[in-house]
């Protein structure tokens, strides 16, 4: 309903897009004549060598244990392939995963300990099997060098460059989750790729200080137009 009273207020033109996948979903419901800026969630990471990630043996998924997140799909999976896995949240799925055998559940911890758990990890497990607006977990994994196994329908899709920083599978699919999950029993594989995701993130890195200039960029170009 907010949408569709967004598209008939007609005074508003510029608007900003966290991701590709945000964008195409919001377009058909905004005005004609809106633009779309993009820009990228701030990362709030330090610069620090990264881990080898090849070198951990933890496979790590961050986030609230609800449905739409696609925690069962990992946690039954990883359990089928006999694969430990450590849940970093908490929410109403919490007792059907902890039940699983191999599978350790946190609850929720600070920022300095996911922050460990990361540093520790082998790969991160992004599974949501909704879009999500950005995932900000996975580009934090990426800032430490840990590569990432991604659902294909989710915005965070777009900052994994499939078989090179992390591995892509298919919405949903078990079998297909199952194929990401085996790739990453090479050791080299996983170094390598968490290399290669470091390097990609701190290229274009999006900190505070990239963050508020990207923002204030986007807001002169909307007031000139108006002004104009």
Not at 123 to 147: D, H, I, K, M, N
Not at 178 to 196: T, Y
Not at 201 to 208: L, Q, V
Request: glycine share 8%; charged share 25%; hydrophobic share 45%.
């Amino acid at each position: 309903q907010l949408l569709n009273v967004l598209k008939g207020e007609m005074r508003v033109t510029d608007y900003i897009s966290l991701s590709r996948r945000s964008a195409a979903l919001l377009t058909p419901y905004l005005p004609r004549q809106a633009r779309l800026h993009p820009l990228q969630n701030v990362i709030d990471a330090v610069a620090e060598p990264p881990v080898d990630a090849g070198r951990n043996r933890t496979i790590l998924c961050i986030g609230r244990l609800d449905q739409e997140k696609g925690v069962m799909l990992v946690a039954e999976t990883a359990h089928r392939l006999g694969l430990p896995i450590l849940f970093v949240g908490d929410g109403p799925l919490r007792g059907e995963v902890e039940a699983l055998p191999g599978v350790t559940v946190t609850g929720w911890i600070s920022s300095e300990a996911v922050r460990r758990a990361l540093d520790d990890a082998r790969c991160l497990v992004f599974p949501s099997l909704w879009y999500e607006t950005y995932g900000l977990v996975v580009s934090e994994a990426a800032a430490r060098g840990v590569p990432a196994i991604v659902s294909d329908i989710s915005a965070a899709a777009e900052r994994i460059e499939d078989g090179v920083t992390g591995w892509r599978f298919r919405n949903g699919d078990p079998a297909d989750l199952a194929r990401c999950l085996e790739l990453i029993q090479n050791d080299e594989l996983v170094s390598g790729a968490g290399k290669s995701a470091y390097r990609a993130f701190w290229a274009n890195a999006e900190t505070r200080d990239t963050h508020a200039d990207n923002l204030v960029r986007i807001y002169r170009c909307a007031m000139r137009d108006a002004a104009a």
